[in-house]
């Protein structure tokens, strides 16, 4: 790894911005990108210089390896911008060492911190002007990693690109969310990839969330594939339960390999150490919040993620048991929300170093 990248960076900037052309009055999630994007190939064992340039289709051979094998994975994280039009990025570190831990198991090459690292600070600084700037918008970054060999043998590839793009952004959930626990589809198992951000584990997220849908809950909060006892997590979001004024969620790797850990949940975790509420990682069992519901113990069920950073879940739905869940006062859900998002935002001073300047 070479140590000043940056300079290295082959830079084509656009020749005229898509920005004047952009509505931002109706942001729809993931649907627009920003003028910007980042390609950097590895081939021959070697990774070549990484190129930013305007956004665009790329070709690609039916024989990528990607296409048949799904060897590929993902991150999604956020640029923020505060009063003053300073752009900031929050915990980047947690995104590439994930990546990389996720790039492992599908048997990929490690990438370079600078190639992830100044690769989004530099697209963050050419597209600064793309980053929403009401409440709560951002702009969402998404590197992709994947399989580009063009041979079809079920073997790993030889070559392989990184590519990042950007997306203004609003809410990623507009509405009310209900959930239904799953009993019968899994998303991952014991030895799996449901830790990675693999690719494949969202494709296999789709049919059992689409009947969810039908039947008018919005997520699925998994539960483990040997038993469909424990409590695991939602389409893109951890989850955590309180139940009277105790927090739980489930336990990440190196516990169990079924659940992504994610930077939100792990800042979550910190900021209810700091602010003396009880919080316990374990195992959940489905049991016990079905007989706290039915106890009235249960007075919240949030999810955390990037996409929506802290969203409080309004229905719960196991077998034949349904509970509405009505918003609390002083809820945790809010309460961590805006910690997180008054450090993201650059409201409030970091004592933990989390937000990242871009500049
Ligand atoms: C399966 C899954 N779980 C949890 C999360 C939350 O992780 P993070 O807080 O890092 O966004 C995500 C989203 O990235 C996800 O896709």
């Known amino acids: 790894m070479t140590a000043d990248l940056k300079t290295n960076f082959i830079i084509e900037k656009i020749k005229e911005s898509k920005l004047p052309n952009a509505d931002f009055s109706n942001l729809i999630f993931g649907r627009m990108f920003s003028d910007h994007m980042l390609v950097a190939d590895f081939i021959d064992g070697q990774w070549q210089t990484p190129k930013i340039m305007p956004y665009q289709a790329l070709t690609y051979e039916p024989s990528a390896k990607v296409f048949h094998y799904g060897q590929a994975v993902f991150e999604g994280m956020k640029a923020y911008k505060d009063a003053q039009g300073n752009a900031f990025l929050f915990r980047p570190d947690e995104n590439f060492k994930r990546i990389n831990q996720s790039a492992e198991r599908l048997g990929m090459p490690p990438i370079p911190e600078a190639y992830f690292i100044d690769g989004i600070t530099e697209l963050v600084k050419l597209d600064k002007d793309w980053i929403p700037t009401g409440p709560g918008e951002s702009l969402y970054i998404r590197p992709v990693y994947i399989a580009t060999e063009n041979a079809v043998a079920a073997s790993p590839s030889s070559s392989y690109r990184l590519m990042i793009m950007t997306s203004p952004a609003g809410k990623y959930y507009s509405g009310d969310v209900k959930v239904k626990i799953e009993d019968r589809f899994s998303r991952a198992c014991d030895g799996g990839v449901g830790y990675a951000k693999a690719a494949g584990n969202y494709a296999a997220q789709f049919y059992p969330t689409e009947k969810a849908k039908a039947e008018g809950f919005q997520q699925i909060i998994w539960t483990d594939s040997a038993q469909h006892k424990y409590l695991e997590e939602a389409g893109t979001m951890n989850m955590f ?75 719960l739905k196991y077998k034949d048991y349904y509970t509405d869940l009505p918003k609390q006062e002083n809820s945790y859900a809010d309460f961590f929300k805006n910690k997180i998002m008054d450090i993201q935002y650059n409201r409030v001073e970091d004592p933990y170093g989390w937000r990242v300047k871009v500049d």
Do not use: Y
């Open 241 to 315: 339960f309180r139940i009277g004024d105790k927090l739980l969620t489930a336990p990440t790797i190196p516990e169990s390999t079924r659940i992504l850990p994610g930077v939100t949940r792990k800042s979550i975790i910190q900021l209810a150490k700091d602010n003396n509420i009880a919080i316990e990682v374990r195992p959940i069992e489905v049991n016990e919040v079905i007989e706290a519901s039915k106890k009235g113990d249960l007075k919240e069920i949030f999810g955390a993620g990037t996409a929506a950073t802290v969203l409080p879940i309004v229905g």
